[in-house]
């Protein structure tokens, strides 16, 4: 079946750098992708949005980027702070029922 | 205050209980949802109610049944708890169009004894 895979389950950084978390998609028929961020004990935090008429986003602090060609997903984050830490998923909306399919995670650790 | 409120956050029961959580939001949302997050952090779509009516019904085992009282509420029963049904279960809720993002609750933590 279509699956969404993050290339790293998990990024260390140091506090004050820029950090970028990647995500591979393998349904062609995803139009609607999102990144979430999920810290410890909580439920997943909505942080930006993209649709496939778009190659880039930006929100605070936050640029999606997205890649359609080789069905690629970025999320960078400018200036990481300690706040970021994290886990960060990315979903696609090709489900069966177009509903959101999430990729595994990757743990992003800022370090001071 | 809270957009998407679950309870209970901890839920510790033994194995062939029949347990619930359930779920609220006050968002004015059509679409509600739960999830089950397994240790590995795997968040994988169990139910969508849309309008009080199924529209997504996984793999789920039957044990587990989903209740919708209103758009606002999404409740969830399960029968015969397992071992392996120890998981965070997550609700979550969007407007009618699914090109928009999900608000999750914060999970409630089953632990299977």
């Known amino acids: 079946g279509e699956s969404v895979g993050l290339h790293l389950p998990t990024l260390s950084v140091q506090e004050g750098d820029n950090s970028i978390i990647n995500c591979a998609y393998s349904?062609?028929?995803?139009?609607?992708f999102i990144w979430y961020k999920q810290e410890s004990g909580k439920g997943p935090q909505f942080i930006i949005d993209?649709?496939?008429?778009?190659d880039k986003r930006q929100g605070q602090r936050v640029t999606v980027l997205l890649n359609k060609t080789v069905k690629h997903l970025s999320l960078q984050i400018a200036a990481t702070q300690p706040g970021d830490s994290a886990v960060y998923f990315c979903?696609?909306?090709?489900?069966?029922?177009?509903?959101?399919?999430f990729g595994s995670g990757t743990q992003l650790t800022v370090l001071p | 205050d809270t957009a998407v409120s679950q309870t209970p956050k901890y839920l510790v029961t033994q194995m062939g209980n029949d347990k619930s959580i359930k779920c609220e939001q006050n968002?004015?949302?059509?679409?509600m949802y739960w999830y089950k997050q397994d240790s590995k952090k795997f968040l994988k779509i169990m139910f969508s109610?849309?309008?009080?009516?199924?529209?997504i019904n996984e793999t789920v085992p039957n044990r587990f049944s989903p209740k919708s009282p209103d758009k606002a509420h999404l409740n969830l029963h399960i029968n015969s708890l397992e071992l392996g049904d120890s998981a965070v279960y997550f609700c979550?809720?969007?407007?009618?169009?699914?090109?928009?993002?999900?608000?999750f609750g914060d999970g409630t933590r089953l632990s299977i004894l």
């Open positions: 979550a809720s969007s407007p009618s169009n699914r090109e928009q993002p999900q608000h």
């Open positions: 349904n062609s028929a995803s139009d609607y």
């Open positions: 993209i649709r496939s008429n778009m």
């Open positions: 979903a696609e909306n090709g489900g069966s029922a177009r509903q959101l399919t």
């Open positions: 968002l004015g949302h059509d679409t």
């Open positions: 109610y849309n309008n009080k009516e199924l529209i």
